[in-house]
């Protein structure tokens, strides 16, 4: 049941980013997965991880690291690779331009 949660809450975070910019996200399975990682890590520490040695606190910790990993790495991905093409069009781009065929009639 919960595995179909999550699959449920992946595929909405899909056609969400899709409606919205029209660009089908690979990466959010990566980031996903990346949050899924680091939530384990800090949950764990350096004990093996069982319902018995993690206490509330320490999974809401681990929560919000893995939330806060994955929204650091989301933002640095679109400051790096998004944004600096946002706004440029093809017009803008300097070098040679095309020339367009010279159609006939005959």
């Keep these: 049941m919960s595995a179909g949660g999550v699959y449920g809450l992946?595929?909405?975070?899909h056609s969400l980013i899709y409606?919205?910019?029209?660009?089908?996200?690979?990466a959010l399975g990566d980031l996903i997965g990346l949050g899924a990682f680091v939530t384990l890590l800090v949950a764990?520490?350096?004990?093996?991880?069982?319902?018995?040695?993690?206490?509330?606190?320490?999974?809401?910790?681990?929560m919000v690291a893995?939330?806060?990993?994955?929204?650091l790495v989301g933002t640095a991905g679109y400051f790096a690779v998004v944004q600096?093409?946002?706004?440029?069009?093809?017009?803008?781009e300097p070098?040679?331009?095309?020339?367009?065929?010279?159609?006939?009639?005959i």
């Design 84 to 92: 600096p093409y946002i706004g440029r069009s093809e017009s803008r």
């Design 19 to 26: 409606r919205l910019t029209g660009i089908v996200h690979f």
């Design 66 to 71: 893995g939330i806060a990993v994955c929204v």
């Design 95 to 105: 070098g040679p331009k095309r020339r367009q065929p010279n159609l006939v009639p």
């Design 44 to 62: 764990a520490g350096t004990q093996p991880l069982t319902q018995e040695t993690v206490s509330e606190g320490r999974l809401t910790l681990a």
């Design 10 to 13: 992946i595929a909405i975070g």
